[in-house]
């Protein structure tokens, strides 16, 4: 299959067929991984968070098995919310 894939590709991004969640969040990091204005207005915007819902969100993520990387968390915060995940409960915040 990455044989198919143009040398000068910038990102490739893989779903399983009519799975339009996974694709909406694959797709949110394809934006987050090349498209600096994009990145600049998630971490404006993931910086209004209450502290609270960024470390519960953290917390998920960790959970999840992530890296406690800010970069690596921002990329899927934003990519978790744009498939409609909050990444934390009511009252963890």
């Known amino acids: 299959f990455l044989r198919a894939v143009p040398a000068d590709a910038k990102y490739?991004?893989?779903s399983c067929e009519k799975d339009l969640q996974t694709l909406q969040h694959e797709l949110a990091h394809g934006l987050y991984g090349t498209n600096e204005n994009y990145r600049e207005a998630v971490a404006q915007s993931l910086?209004?968070?209450p502290p609270r819902?960024?470390?519960a969100s953290r917390r998920v993520l960790l959970d999840?098995?992530?890296v406690d990387d800010k970069v690596i968390l921002e990329d899927e915060m934003?990519?978790?919310m744009?498939?409609?995940?909050c990444l934390y409960e009511e009252d963890e915040i």
Do not use: D, H
Not at 82 to 85: H, L
């Open 12 to 14: 490739v991004i893989g």
């Open 47 to 49: 910086a209004k968070l």
């Open 53 to 55: 819902r960024w470390e």
């Open 64 to 66: 999840l098995g992530y």
């Open 78 to 80: 934003q990519a978790y």
């Open 82 to 85: 744009i498939e409609g995940q």
